[in-house]
């Protein structure tokens, strides 16, 4: 069964700058999109940034899209987010999140949680002032 697996959270200093990655584990598969999400303590899951696979295009969440960036490998089927200018507001856990269809490409490309399918167990990014 196919998992998506997120790396490269950690304890990081305002200002900084930390690259996630999220890889597929087990069965290969292509995507039709992959996404970032966060979720800080008591709040609301948030959307950050989704890419489809077959374009390479990049969508984002506007407070965001300055500080961060999505980018992809196609052979290994892993997605990235590069943050930077990290401040302690961005505390959270960081989920990546593969869509199957091209059906929900416009649900995909908006962050709509529903219209992804598989979901990876989340990194946790800490930011300290």
């Known amino acids: 069964q196919v998992q998506l697996i997120e790396s490269g959270g950690e304890l990081v200093q305002a200002g900084g700058s930390l690259r996630l990655s999220c890889a597929a584990a087990g069965d290969t598969f292509t995507p039709y999109s992959m996404a970032w999400f966060r979720q800080a303590p008591g709040k609301e899951r948030e959307w950050i940034s989704t890419?489809?696979?077959?374009?390479?295009?990049?969508y984002y969440a506007d407070p965001l899209k300055d500080r961060f960036a999505i980018s992809r490998d196609n052979a290994k089927n892993e997605v990235y987010l590069q943050l930077s200018d990290l401040k302690p507001e961005d505390t959270a856990i960081y989920y990546c999140?593969?869509?199957?269809?091209?059906?929900?490409?416009?649900?995909?490309?908006?962050?709509?949680?529903?219209?992804?399918?598989?979901w990876g167990q989340g990194t946790q990014v800490t930011v300290s002032s």
């Open positions: 890419l489809l696979w077959s374009t390479g295009s990049e």
């Open positions: 999140a593969a869509g199957v269809s091209r059906k929900w490409a416009v649900a995909q490309s908006t962050g709509a949680e529903r219209s992804f399918d598989t």
